[in-house]
């Protein structure tokens, strides 16, 4: 039988931070999301 992979639960890094707005201009904020 196939063993089952156990993955480790990925939470948002805004959500963490308890960020409501995400402002589009401000790049220090967006830059460990962007590729």
Do not use: G, N, T, V
């Not at 990925?10 to 590729?35: G, H, N, P, T, V």
């Amino acid at each position: 039988m196939a063993e089952r992979r156990k993955f480790k639960k990925r939470y948002c890094k805004y959500c963490e931070a308890k960020i409501d707005f995400i402002d589009y201009k401000d790049l220090a904020q967006l830059k460990f999301s962007l590729s």
